[in-house]
């Protein structure tokens, strides 16, 4: 039960002919499609998909456009709308390949694309996207101190990058004091790449956070939509929080679970916003225990 479960490569087309690189946990049972949050790549998933693997399911973690080893888009085109029709166009792979809608976990970035995808569906009155929604650490509301936080941590170094992996990692531990350092930097490494003039940068497009469409346009807007998206649930969900998330609060999870009467809910203990990394056995506890309770 302990040894690692080695991925296999899959490549899939997003909504706009993008590649979309992905890795696939296992090759039998119900599909999990998992969705990093911004900034992040399919690497963080690494653990969550090997137990949801070991559990029976096939586990497929994806970069997101513009993302670690999926393309770039020229035209600067990461709205939340356009990872959320990414999301579509990927759940609608899965199904057909397996004859079943994944159930999609989505942290920060992926769980808005995932509730987007889905709440348009069904505002729609059209059948489900996903058989399942888990949001990570992600709700209509969050707090806003806690998003430019994280959005100054992503922008600190996005153009100039580092000199070393060891200078990014000094940084990385400066913002998440709270994580033990790793051994080695062999794991920062995936979300880095070297850049022809010799320096590391993080492996996601800069356009992300300054391009025409930038993420954090819009806040009222999208609270709008996501709000909308929320009350139009009908599939089952989850909601996991950090415990100590800087972006979740609590009251902003309970208006999520009263948007949705239906939701399960979980805290994990301990974690901040990158909850996966900060407690991932707990979380897993809590993944699992949905997904076994969605096929029972």
């Known amino acids: 039960m302990g040894r690692h479960i080695a991925p296999v490569t899959a490549i899939f087309t997003g909504a706009v002919g993008n590649r979309l690189v992905g890795d696939v946990f296992g090759d039998r049972g119900t599909p999990v499609l998992l969705l990093h949050g911004g900034g992040q790549t399919r690497h963080a998933w690494r653990a969550t998909a090997e137990k949801i693997a070991r559990a029976g399911h096939t586990a497929y973690a994806i970069d997101q456009r513009g993302h670690g080893d999926s393309a770039w888009i020229a035209n600067g085109a990461y709205a939340f709308d356009d990872f959320a029709d990414d999301a579509c166009v990927i759940a609608d792979a899965l199904a057909r390949q397996s004859g079943t809608r994944p159930t999609v976990i989505g942290a920060s970035l992926g769980g808005i694309a995932a509730l987007l995808a889905e709440g348009d569906a069904e505002r729609r009155r059209e059948a489900p996207i996903f ?125 999520f679970l009263d948007l949705v009467p239906h939701a399960q809910y979980a805290d994990v203990s301990g974690a901040r916003h990158m909850v996966a990394g900060d407690r991932n056995d707990h979380f897993a506890t809590a993944i699992l225990g949905f997904l076994s309770r969605l096929d029972g």
């Open 131 to 255: 058989a399942a929604l888990v949001l990570v650490d992600i709700t209509p509301r969050v707090d806003l101190d806690g998003v430019t936080k994280v959005q100054g941590f992503m922008r600190a170094h996005a153009q100039e990058g580092f000199a070393s992996v060891a200078e990014a990692a000094e940084v990385v531990a400066a913002y998440l004091p709270h994580r033990p350092r790793p051994r080695s930097h062999e794991g920062l490494k995936k979300n880095l790449r070297k850049s022809p003039d010799g320096r590391w940068r993080w492996h996601w497009d800069p356009k992300i956070l300054d391009g025409r469409r930038p993420v954090g346009d819009g806040r009222g807007t999208l609270e709008a939509k996501l709000v909308a998206a929320a009350t139009s649930l009908t599939i089952p969900a989850l909601l996991v929080r950090g415990g100590a998330s800087e972006i979740v609060r609590e009251a902003n999870a309970q208006e």
